[in-house]
């Protein structure tokens, strides 16, 4: 019993680790803003929460951005984009993972990310609208946006780049998948054949 716990403290450790180093990795994608970045940081964490539960992917999500936000800094001098990043992995790793255990197919896992990236684009959007963007204009002393231009912004730039990383990102772990699907059902089961 106790091994195990070993066994997936080190997992979830290795799979942060993995997940900040994809962070470094991040790109923007013209013609949206630069500090819109796809990463796929969100995988390692999908992976930890498909194996050891959804508690893990969570507390792969919050240490990769610990990890990022001491090494890397913020902009605003806190980590409002840091915090916007754990939220959005949760939110896009979270249905995939409860509704790949319902439905234990590839179709499942399919259905589960198409449903996470649609939750990810409009949760995040929302997020944005009362949050994220009055924080960042509030830290770096901006002026304030008004209702309308935060609207646009969010439509034209938030939304659609959301739903480009969701399907991104699904479709690089569907890939992943394919070849570890099995991989990932056996640890599932010795997992919780332990627990």
Not at 35 to 50: M, Q, T
Not at 81 to 104: D, E, M, Q, R, W
Request: proline share 6%; no cysteine.
């Amino acid at each position: 019993m106790k091994r195990n716990k070993i066994r997936v403290m080190v997992s979830i450790a290795m799979l942060s680790s993995i997940a900040y180093v994809l962070m470094l990795l991040n790109f923007p994608i013209p013609p949206f803003p630069s500090f819109l970045k796809i990463d796929f940081s969100d995988l390692p964490a999908l992976i930890g929460a498909l194996v050891f539960g959804p508690m893990a992917g969570i507390i792969i999500e919050l240490l990769k951005n610990i990890l990022d936000y001491f090494m890397t800094g913020s902009e605003t001098g806190i980590p409002v984009g840091h915090f916007a990043n754990f939220v959005s992995g949760i939110i896009f790793i979270l249905p995939t993972y409860y509704i790949y255990n319902k439905i234990k197919t590839k179709k499942g896992m399919t259905f589960g990310l198409i449903i996470g990236s649609f939750l990810m684009a409009v949760i995040m959007s929302v997020l944005n609208y009362f949050v994220l963007l009055p924080a960042y204009t509030f830290f770096l002393n901006m002026p304030a946006m008004s209702g309308p231009e935060i609207r646009s912004y969010i439509v034209a730039g938030v939304l659609p780049f959301n739903i480009i990383k969701g399907i991104v990102m699904s479709l690089v772990f569907l890939l992943l998948f394919s070849k570890m699907g099995t991989w990932i059902q056996k640890q599932q089961s010795s997992y919780k054949m332990s627990h």
